[in-house]
């Protein structure tokens, strides 16, 4: 079983930046999928970016709302994955949740049910001040 942490969420204004964290625990970080997705208030939880797990080519894969704004890293030596965010925005207001999946490609995690999708953190709310 692997339990996904979030952190570093917060209050921002917009054109400020915030870098999430979500820690994994076990020792299969390097087979995973990591993705972050969000959800505003009243809306449905969206993909945000994701990363593939380590025996894919290294991709990334970035919502267009995103693209050029936000990057996701990880670090497979501290089970760490990362989500940079610069430029904020208003509409970048949500709680963000990180999301693992098996032997996933960073395209494979955009486009699954997430009901699918093997692991769940408890989220980080962003809100960002216009």
């Known amino acids: 079983q692997v339990q996904l942490v979030e952190s570093g969420g917060g209050l921002v204004q917009a054109g400020g930046s915030l870098r999430l964290s979500c820690a994994a625990s076990?020792?299969?970080?390097?087979?995973?999928?990591m993705g972050w997705f969000r959800q505003a208030p009243g809306q449905e939880r969206e993909f945000v970016a994701a990363s593939s797990w380590s025996g894919d080519s290294p991709s990334q894969y970035y919502a267009d709302s995103v693209k050029g704004r936000f990057t996701i890293s990880r670090d497979n030596a501290k089970n760490t994955v990362y989500l940079q965010m610069d430029s904020l925005k208003p509409e970048d207001t949500a709680v963000y949740y990180c999301?693992?999946?098996?032997?996933?490609?960073?395209?494979?995690?955009?486009?699954?049910?997430?009901?699918?999708?093997?692991?769940w953190g408890k989220g980080t709310l962003v809100t960002v001040s216009a």
């Open positions: 999301a693992a999946e098996w032997r996933a490609t960073s395209t494979s995690m955009a486009t699954m049910s997430l009901g699918g999708m093997d692991y």
């Open positions: 076990g020792r299969i970080f390097s087979y995973l999928g």
